[in-house]
């Protein structure tokens, strides 16, 4: 469970990236938060992860404040960036093992959940090369699979379809309802409503920091008149002009 309460955060005094947001995530969600570009979603999630700061409200998940007992909290979480360029000079395998370590997954369990992750995203063969030799695809995924070793409860994932081939989208969209189904929480974001429409139970809309929508993807769709589409009130949402 994720409680988002009233949160703000200002950059260089002025630039209101988050307005006062609030959202609750329940337990078995899949939430999708969408967002032209420079909305605000990669504000909230650095907020979320404890990245960045808020400068106001504040943000629990599985009811431990962030603010309270950072390591507890982010001991929560799995966290996806959306550049997965790091740890470059690292091998696959080094890098799994390292996230392994930071979360003190011990090896009998490690060893079965990097195989089986590395059969779910066709990874097997690439874990002994360095990940300065992988395709974006596969960086993604490598990062993907250091997110999961800990098999924490909630999943928080920053445009996690870019780059990935078809196959492993799939895959990791058949993942995602698993991990949903079994009670966790997963997050999302993304700019493209067709990735939203497919896989979330509830869709966050958010422009300019400030929260337009937040609902199922049938209320969404009741707000839609016959003549227009999703994407017209995603955009008439998410309109620059007052
Ligand atoms: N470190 C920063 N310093 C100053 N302003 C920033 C910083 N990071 C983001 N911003 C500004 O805050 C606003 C929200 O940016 P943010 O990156 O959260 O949007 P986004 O929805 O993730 O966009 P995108 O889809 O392009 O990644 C934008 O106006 C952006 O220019």
Not at 3 to 26: C, F, H, M, Q, R
Not at 123 to 135: H, T
């Amino acid at each position: 469970m994720i409680e988002i309460k009233n949160v703000t955060k200002v950059y260089g005094g002025k630039v209101k990236a988050v307005d006062n947001l609030s959202l609750t995530l329940k337990p078995g969600e899949i939430f999708g938060f969408l967002g032209p570009n420079g909305a605000g979603k990669t504000t909230t999630i650095k907020m979320l992860t404890g990245i960045t700061d808020p400068d106001g409200g504040e943000i629990l998940v599985n009811g431990i404040d962030l603010s309270k007992d950072p390591i507890r909290y982010k001991n929560q979480f799995g966290f996806v960036p959306d550049s997965p360029d790091i740890f470059l000079r690292l091998k696959g395998i080094e890098y799994l093992n390292f996230m392994g370590d930071i979360y003190q997954v011990d090896s009998t369990l490690r060893k079965e959940r990097i195989e089986s992750l590395a059969k779910r995203f066709d990874m097997e063969n690439a874990l002994n090369d360095s990940i300065s030799s992988y395709s974006h695809g596969m960086r993604q995924k490598i990062i993907l699979m250091g997110a999961l070793i800990h098999d924490p409860s909630l999943w928080i994932l920053d445009e996690p379809m870019t780059g990935l081939d078809p196959k492993s989208s799939f895959y990791l969209k058949e993942m995602m309802r698993e991990h949903a189904d079994k009670g966790n929480v997963v997050f999302f974001s993304t700019h493209v409503l067709e990735v939203a429409e497919k896989v979330c139970d509830r869709v966050g809309i958010i422009n300019k920091g400030k929260l337009m929508f937040c609902g199922t993807m049938n209320e969404l769709r009741a707000m839609v008149s016959e003549n227009e589409g999703l994407e017209q009130i995603f955009l008439e949402m998410t309109n620059d002009e007052e």
